[in-house]
Nanobody
Framework: QVQVVESGGGLVQAGGSLILSCAASGRTFSTYAMGWFRQVPGKEREFVAA????????YYAVSLKGRFTISRDNAKNTVYLQMNSLKPEDTALYYCAADLGSDNNLRDAKVYDYWGQGTQVTVSS
């Protein structure tokens, strides 16, 4: 069993920055790929970013690339999402997820095996 716990959400003004953290425990952290997704009420969960096991590959939603950066520290069992130039439309519940299978198809929520409870990000205009 893998436990995934997000933190770092909050209220920020438009143009501001936040760093989300996600700690995963239960297995060797470097054995799973990690992803961030977000969801607003009434809409489907949306891919944000993902990172492979060794950090060699990173993936971003096209609309977010350049503003968001994903990274991981395998020694700390943590993945991060640096969010800059935040906009009100970035307001959502942000989820972290772990994929025990492979580094393929990381944009697809269905490949992830474990999910956190989410951390709320609210961007005011």
């Amino acid at each position: 069993q893998v436990q995934v716990v997000e933190s770092g959400g909050g209220l920020v003004q438009a143009g501001g920055s936040l760093i989300l953290s996600c700690a995963a425990s239960g297995r060797t952290f470097s054995t799973y790929a990690m992803g961030w997704f977000r969801q607003v009420p009434g809409k489907e969960r949306e891919f944000v970013a993902a990172i492979s096991r060794s950090s060699i590959s990173t993936y971003y939603a096209v609309s977010l690339k350049g503003r968001f950066t994903i990274s991981r520290d395998n020694a700390k069992n943590t993945v991060y999402l640096q969010m800059n130039s935040l906009k009100p439309e970035d307001t959502a519940l942000y989820y972290c997820a772990a994929d025990l299978g492979s580094d393929n198809n990381l944009r697809d929520a269905k490949v992830y095996d474990y999910w956190g409870q989410g951390t709320q990000v609210t961007v005011s205009s």
